[in-house]
């Protein structure tokens, strides 16, 4: 019986045939060793068929190693925030400050006045006060991260008092209560699932208790037989009894969009006016790069600063650079609808999106799809119950099916992101730039044809 793997070449004698060679004039030479290796690896487990294409093997794992991990991808699936697909996208302000920022030297931590020493900490604090109307702030990593730091920095060793309903899990095994334990705080938890009063926080506190805590349940609503105590009560009894109150309002809503059909989110200017700390994501309706934001009180942010989780978990550059631009547009209400993609995404008016989707649909093979009503999603655990209206492209997948259709476009360059539904593949302009309409739909006509 004749091995099949006894009869592989060497590293060595791949390396001398005339495509390999062709591939080390324009590739460095460790990767194309790396690939020669990967190609040998598959031929000895048996996965390669044979009579086995080294130069089609080597050339293709060139390729795959040689592409970026993280590529960009179009996000055709109505979900404007989309943790998986990398929350916001930017707006083209904070690229160019990102861009400004990390071609060169900075004054990250420099006060330029003095030739002393700065902290990256103060590069946001004016326009956080600005916008959010808190004394102070400043940004870490993200917002799990400004929790732990928060309870840490105020009730290490002491109580947090916290309704029951409030102990959720955010995703990604972030749990409040946990959250808080590694903290070195202590739960003292008050109330019931349903119902909390305030004299059930009342009669928790003590000379025990370092903070009071409120979570905002951004991820699900309650409905029913339910109810809390208004944060501006807990707030008067905060301050009552001297304890700081923390309001972990989760999405960074700057600009109320009531007038566009969404309700129910905590806006960050008016958390500020009733807590002492409001701690809030960067990348969610905020709009901006990852990261935490902290703002309140002098006296309760100070002295964050100057805790060793505030080191552990500080921003880079390019984020405060991004999110300070972010931060800078909601000066003018009108400028961050437009200019703040999510925003602008979530605003954008039916018949917009609408022609939007004729225009999509306009571009595949005729007879292929047709125009829906749909509805997208806010996402990101934000606005949990809103559906907002729009028109969405369903497209008929053919024979292979509407899995097979969803895999092609995924696998695609760039890959593009869809819903399935019913049967068929889901096509939502809202979150395509219109620039986008265009490559989606040439996409999709390839991806059909190939059938
Ligand atoms: C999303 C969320 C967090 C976590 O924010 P990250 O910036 O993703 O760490 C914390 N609290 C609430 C209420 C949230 O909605």
């Known amino acids: 019986m004749t091995d099949p793997r006894r009869r592989l070449p060497s590293v060595d004698a791949l390396l001398k045939t005339p495509a390999v060679v062709r591939l080390l004039e324009t590739q460095p030479r460790n990767l194309v060793v790396a690939a ?3 190609a040998l690896a598959a031929a000895r487990s048996g996965q390669a068929s044979e009579p086995f294409d080294w130069d089609g093997e080597i050339s293709e794992r060139v390729a795959s190693r040689a592409a970026s991990s993280l590529s960009p991808v179009l996000n055709a699936t109505g979900v404007v925030l989309h943790t998986n697909l990398g929350r916001a996208p930017l707006a083209a302000a904070a690229l160019d ?8 030297y900075s004054n990250l931590e420099l006060d330029v006045a003095t030739g002393a020493r700065g902290s990256r900490l103060d590069h946001c604090a004016a326009v956080l006060a600005e916008i959010t109307g808190a004394e102070t702030g400043f940004a870490v990593n993200n917002a799990a991260g400004a929790l732990v730091l928060a309870l840490n920095g105020l009730a290490a060793g002491r109580e947090v008092v916290i309704s029951r309903g409030e102990l959720i899990e ?5 749990r409040i209560p946990d959250i808080l334990v590694k903290s070195g705080a202590e ?3 008050v109330g019931t699932t349903n119902r909390t009063h305030l004299a059930d926080y009342e009669r928790a506190l003590s000379d025990r208790t370092g903070a009071i805590l409120v ?6 609503s309650m409905a029913g037989f339910v109810s809390s105590p208004p944060v501006a009560e807990l707030g008067r009894l905060a301050a009552a009894r001297g304890v700081p109150l923390i309001h972990d309002v989760g999405s960074g809503l700057l600009v109320d969009l009531a007038d566009f059909g969404l309700q129910g989110e905590p806006l960050v200017p008016a958390a500020t006016a009733t ?3 409001v701690i809030f994501s960067g990348d969610k309706l905020l709009g901006g790069p990852q990261a935490g934001c902290i703002v309140g009180r002098r006296r309760w942010v100070a002295p964050l600063t100057r805790n060793p989780f505030a080191r552990a978990l500080r921003t880079d550059k390019l984020t405060l650079a991004a999110l300070e631009a972010t931060l800078a547009l909601y000066r003018d ?5 437009r200019d703040i993609p999510v925003l602008r995404m979530l605003t954008t008016d039916e018949a917009t999106l609408r022609q939007r989707a004729e225009r999509l649909a306009a571009g595949l093979p005729s007879g292929a799809a047709d125009l829906q009503p749909g509805s997208s999603a806010v996402g990101g655990g934000s606005f949990p119950d809103a559906a907002l209206p729009t028109t969405v492209v369903a497209v008929d997948p053919g024979p292979r099916g509407a899995a097979a259709l969803a ?5 695609g360059t760039p890959a593009i992101l869809t819903r399935v539904e019913s049967g068929r593949v889901i096509l939502d302009p809202r979150t395509l730039d219109p620039a986008e309409i265009d490559l989606v739909a040439g996409a999709v006509t390839a991806a059909l044809r190939a059938e």
């Open 36 to 38: 020669v290796r990967d």
């Open 97 to 104: 400050a990102v861009v400004a920022i990390g071609r060169g």
């Open 170 to 174: 955010i995703g990604g095994s972030f």
């Open 187 to 189: 739960l003292r938890e």
């Open 215 to 220: 979570v905002h349940r951004s991820n699900f």
């Open 275 to 277: 807590a002492d700390l």
């Open 333 to 337: 209400r009108a400028t961050a609808l």
């Open 407 to 411: 895999l092609t476009l995924r696998l």
